[in-house]
């Protein structure tokens, strides 16, 4: 099992920056891919962010493919998202998710490839 526990959400203006954090818990950290989701009021979940095991690899959605950046730090088996020139359409539940089935060559981007999920943070940008 695998705990993940998400922060750093809030309000902000259209424009600004946040950094989510997802700190994990359980298993061995470095095992597992790592994704950030998001799912806004009326809509399906979406992909946003994903990051390989050693951080060498990284895939992001086209909506925010030069805005946000997913990093993570294993010695602190923590996974980060900054989201720059946020827009109001960024607005949505934010949650980070862990997948214990990628391999050298296959980073999951979609819902159904993570194993263990977070609860969430919500962000909310304001025009």
């Known amino acids: 099992q695998v705990q993940l526990v998400e922060s750093g959400g809030g309000l902000v203006q259209a424009g600004g920056s946040l950094r989510l954090s997802c700190a994990a818990s359980g298993r061995t950290f470095s095992n597992y891919a790592m994704g950030w989701f998001r799912q806004a009021p009326g809509k399906e979940r979406e992909f946003v962010a994903a990051?390989?095991?050693?951080?060498?690899?990284?895939y992001y959605a086209d909506s925010v493919k030069g805005r946000f950046t997913i990093s993570r730090d294993n010695a602190k088996n923590t996974v980060y998202l900054q989201m720059n020139s946020l827009k109001p359409e960024d607005t949505a539940r934010y949650y980070c998710?862990?997948?214990?089935?990628?391999?050298?060559?296959?980073?999951?981007?979609?819902?159904?490839?993570?194993?263990?999920w977070g609860q969430g943070t919500p962000v909310t940008v304001s025009s």
């Open positions: 990051i390989n095991w050693s951080g060498s690899r990284t």
């Open positions: 998710a862990a997948s214990s089935r990628s391999t050298s060559n296959y980073t999951p981007r979609t819902g159904p490839g993570y194993d263990y």
